[in-house]
């Protein structure tokens, strides 16, 4: 393969991706995006009629309701019951029987408070549990009025050492009665949920309103496009029929509803995501909201959804937590392809749990990458050496090749003679032991290495708020003063002015554009990231200062004029010596 093969390539890969990432149009404002919304929402018949399962705020009670019926199993303040578990605080409303705060223990926000993946910025939409029906003034009981309580004897739980159930109780005069069971596990992000729903004689299947999911919104950049943030905003994620589906805002917008069996479905971001594991057969609907942005930060549009099972759920299990993926694991295997690792998945996850063992010993993540860093390019050295001694030996044959290619240049590609060329070519190849593929196929092979790095250290949540040293506090964050993209692509172009090169000087100024490409491309990257890459480059150059001293100086070549009086002297020798 020619290099400038591989060079088209390169370059083609980081045009794609500099497109998508700076020039690709800016999703619509959350205001557009609200206008949206509300008109599909007009325009769509109401969730009565349709009997569809669209999340929505609990509707008022119509103007032409009677009295309202009579509370028999009921509790007489409303009050608030906070359940510790060793990762979760989670903290329950007996108003409605509902969930108003999840606190993640061992993540923090900008404000180094826990983070908390029931949003608050929205407090008139539903919150996490409510339960929905068909009838207005039902949903409005279900979801206001005060339930018993059991389970809880004060106002914490210790569920640090064993599960906790947490029981609510309603029942009025008018025939509705409600029981919802929560159970807490002691070391996991989950809960699992029962209900039953009952109005008179009839049992009713309502439908399970989650609320704006994951408020992890102090972590969102201000914008600009120098402080662009790489977090992924809201999805809606599921699995369904063995496959893993992700659908942006934009997509869902066009088509909330999703029916069928489900693995899990439910709402992810870059680091977290709430779901409900093995649903099965369920029916489950996706809306935007608008959240005002935290510390002057812009606002955010959050996903809620709802979820209605073929009938009421009995122990279902809900996840609130971070994709992790040895927690994801421990709570089901099929969980961590919620992880989006691409398709170098199958590499990435040995790097994960090597870099996860290295940190065990070292007990920094930023050393722990740039061990891990180390240690790969240790193993590709002897690729990394092949190819250089490659191109150093077609680099030496280089005005060889050029001066057969000179004879031809006339000719046409379809004119046979033309082919001669080539056949010289693949001589001079054989006589001095050159292999034109051996330059850039080894440095190919180390290609799948670069990109499952990139996605490990781009999609760990173990990186979220991990300092390194000195000003690099968070390794999922870009680098706030831009210094290691900077030494990123001076170490790019020092490697660049190493390595032997046979490209003609067009190519070659092109390719004394990468280091600019790639020093814009890491300054909205996450830090971990650009320390990787610095540290590969590092590496590479001082193998090629080795590998250099190793083989010698590459050969000067000599001006035409010099190499044509070479060859006019040498065969007036060789004349003179047939005479003589």
Known sequence: MERRVLVALFLSAIVLY??????????????????????????????????????????????????????????????????????????????????????????????????????????ER?????????????????????????????????????????????????GLRVQKVFTFEPHKYQVAFSTTVMNGEHALNPTIEMGPGLGDMAFTPTGGFFNRSYDIPPEAIYEQDTKVQRLTQSKLATQPDHAGAFRFAGVDDHYFIAIAINPGQARVSYRAVTAPGIDNAASRQLLEYAIQYAKPPQGQRFFLGPKQFDVLRDVDAELVRAINFGIFAWLVIPLLSTLKWLNLYIGNWGWSIVALTLLINLIILPLRHKSVVSMRKMQTIQPQIKAIQARYADLKMTDPAKQKMNTEVMNLYRENGVNPASGCVPMLLTFPVLFALYSLLSQATELRGAEWMLWIHDLSKQDPYYVTPIIVGITMWWQQRLTPTTVDPAQQKMMMMMPVIFTAMFVTLPSGVAIYYLVGNLFAVGQQYFTNWMIGPAPVPRPPAERRLKNAGAGRTAAADKKS
Request: no cysteine; glycine share 4%; hydrophobic share 40%.
């Open 126 to 174: 539903a919150q996490p549990f409510s339960l929905r029906v068909d009838d207005d003034q039902l949903t409005t009981r279900l979801n206001s009025s005060l339930y018993r309580t059991s389970g809880a004897a004060g106002a914490r739980v210790d569920a640090t050492s064993r599960p906790a159930t947490i029981t609510f109780d309603y029942q009025d005069s008018a």
């Open 18 to 123: 500099v497109f998508n990432t700076y020039l690709a149009p800016p999703p619509p404002p959350a205001a557009k995006q609200a206008a949206t919304a509300a008109k599909s929402t007009a325009a769509a018949p109401s969730s009565a009629a349709q009997n569809t399962t669209a999340p929505a705020a609990p509707a008022a009670a119509s103007a032409s309701a009677g009295p309202a019926p009579q509370a028999i199993t009921t509790d007489s303040t409303e009050r608030e019951i906070v359940i510790d578990t060793t990762r979760v605080q989670a903290v329950l409303s007996n108003r409605g029987g509902r969930l108003i705060h999840w606190r993640l223990k061992d993540y923090l926000d900008s404000a180094g408070k826990p983070v908390d993946l029931v949003s608050t910025a929205i407090p």
